[in-house]
């Protein structure tokens, strides 16, 4: 099972000193993070895409080409591509450039994006939300796929005789996660192409979560994926740690109440029971972890946010350290303790997927659907 860190990237000043990073200063930070993540055994660093203050990862293929020339091992990958408002010629090329330089050691998650005022400052209509998401993906798999692309649609210009560059390495395209905390069409689009589905669920009580992901399953078994158990899936969460619950809080509780995305709203202590926030030991939070599977089911990707709402960097690099030496490693051995031999135990990778080409192997990333042109199904 794979298990890292996300980022969203946002300049707040901290609560508790009263102190402000710069931009520079927060890329920074976050580079420092996703090194350190590598050095420390972590499975994944991933980062969001955000066009609007206070966040600044505007060019996450950047950072990760950046990021990637400073690791060796750690999958990088997206928290969120912005699969409605950025060009899906832009995202295959970029991505597939990215794929290149870091020798397949990338993924990425597409995600709709929910603030309103991106969508016309790139042209689009936030109400065209879902059907932009279906048409520029179903494009983006094409110009992965096929050297030569015809194609006409709704939402831009069409395409004549048009070769993406570069193309993915050695012919196989990165594998790609749908990130959703509310909407059915994109569990269902995931499902659909048997891609990961990967419920960002920070926000969101069990019961919904494990509404989205059921959904998920049921639909990748029926178009032919495997069984429901098998699909893959990814969650998120938060932590805070201390040697107590009560220390813990007390550290967290500024930077919590003062939140850029829910601060000044429900306690920490309303915001804990109802979400996967958790803020205290590493039992309490491997404990609390474990749960996950009993909602979902076993999955293959879990993923922390511990850098956001103005935490110093030192802090965050401790809480990063405790993370990865004192949660994750007890995490990996309950989660597989308890998975079963026929369920994957981590998502799709370049290597394994590259291997699964060059057998000859029917997986969802290579199929074609004879009934649909010659398209990748």
């Known amino acids: 099972m794979q298990f890292g860190i996300f980022t969203i990237g946002d300049v707040t000043t901290d609560p508790t000193t009263?102190?402000?990073p710069t931009e520079k200063e927060r890329i920074d930070a976050m580079t420092a993070i996703a090194v350190r993540a590598d050095e420390l055994g972590l499975d994944v660093f991933a980062t969001g895409q955000h066009h609007n203050p206070p966040f600044v990862p505007s060019a996450p293929?950047?950072?990760l080409a950046?990021?990637?020339a400073k690791t060796k091992n750690i999958q990088l990958s997206t928290a969120t591509t912005l699969i409605t408002t950025t060009d899906p010629v832009r995202i295959a090329e970029d991505y597939s450039f990215l794929q290149n330089l870091v020798d397949g050691r990338m993924d990425l998650m597409m995600g709709r994006g929910n603030t309103g005022p991106v969508y016309p400052w790139f042209g689009k209509d936030i109400r065209q939300g879902i059907p932009l998401a279906?048409?520029?993906?179903?494009?983006?798999r094409r110009l992965w796929r096929e050297p030569v692309v015809n194609w006409q649609g709704q939402f831009r210009t069409p395409l004549q005789g048009f070769t993406a560059t570069p193309a993915p390495l050695e012919g196989v395209a990165p594998f790609?996660?749908?990130g959703s905390i509310r909407s059915p069409q994109i569990a269902e689009q995931a499902a659909y192409y048997g891609d990961g589905f990967f419920h960002n669920n920070i926000f969101w009580n069990k019961e919904h979560t494990a509404s989205m992901v059921d959904l998920y399953r049921r639909r990748y078994e029926a178009h032919g994926h495997g069984s429901a158990d098998q699909a893959i899936v990814g969650l998120g969460g938060q932590v805070y740690i201390a040697d107590s619950e009560e220390q813990a809080k007390k550290e967290f509780r500024p930077y919590f109440d003062n939140a850029p995305v829910y601060g000044h709203g429900p306690s920490l202590e309303e915001f804990t029971e109802l979400t996967p926030l958790t803020v205290g030991t590493p039992e309490m939070i491997i404990e609390r972890t474990m749960q996950f599977a009993d909602w979902v089911g076993d999955y293959q990707r879990q993923l922390f946010l511990i850098d956001h709402a103005?935490?110093?960097?030192e802090v965050v690099l401790s809480?990063?350290?405790?993370?990865a030496t004192e949660v994750v490693?007890?995490?990996?051995r309950r989660m597989e303790a308890r998975r079963p031999d026929h369920v994957p135990s981590d998502p799709p990778t370049f290597d394994t997927l590259l291997a699964a080409k060059r057998e000859g192997l029917s997986l969802p990333h290579f199929e074609v659907n004879p009934g649909n042109d010659g398209e990748a199904n």
């Open 134 to 140: 279906v048409e520029n993906y179903h494009l983006l």
């Open 176 to 178: 790609v996660w749908h």
């Open 66 to 68: 950046h990021i990637g």
């Open 18 to 20: 009263g102190t402000t």
């Open 319 to 323: 809480q990063l350290e405790r993370l």
């Open 329 to 332: 490693p007890e995490l990996r």
């Open 61 to 63: 293929t950047t950072h």
């Open 310 to 313: 103005g935490l110093p960097l």
